[in-house]
């Protein structure tokens, strides 16, 4: 976990120097303390120039406004409420076109932070994946509790609450097969080594913050090299 000194704006910026150029998609932040009005600027740069900006808040809308009373704070905005916000895993992603840069500057307004300070458990900085062909009909997305209940000899049992993870299911059965070996095969060696890979099925959307997470592979089948097409079944689960 890193944390600044304080929340102030000087205090609050993030330099990553990248170990040689590359092409990078995403940014994200897991596991951060961020308020509902926190907002988020990343500057990436090439050769001490910048060449592309991004500005996105750290808690985007994920309500339509039909789904809310019209008595809710957050009606018209579809916003997280403040409760919401604090029962809901902590994580600001942000993907987008392929940016060619050899550093990236991360620029955090939070200067109200009930906390007094900014802290995450983990920044990412990454390219991203999307196959030409989406998954197969029939993934599956949940959240796997892993408490558990104790009985007592009266009778009353007692949850012993641990935080719930999330775990998604799929199958790409249309893989071309230059994106088969270069991206898959070499992605699941990667979980292999029990590396994590971020996943998220809608990402852009409203829905995004439910389906996205930082994850470790759970199962993965390795490549059925089909004469016109390669398959793969791969099962991911919150790690963080």
Known sequence: MARSVDATAASTVIRCELVEPADINLVALVRHNLSLGASITMEFSSAGEVVASRTADAWPAIWPSEELPFSRNNWFFGTFSESERANFPPIFFNVGD???CDSISIYIDDTTNPAGYIEAARLIVADAWQPAYNNTPGANVAWEGIGEWVQYAAGNEVGRQIEPRRAVR???????????????????RELARCGEVFVSLTPGSQYAMHNSFLGRGRVFTGLDLNILEYATQIEIVESL
């Open 170 to 188: 799929f199958a790409l059965d249309h893989l071309q097969k230059d994106e088969g070996w270069t991206r898959c095969f070499d992605l699941q």
């Open 98 to 100: 392929s940016i060619f």
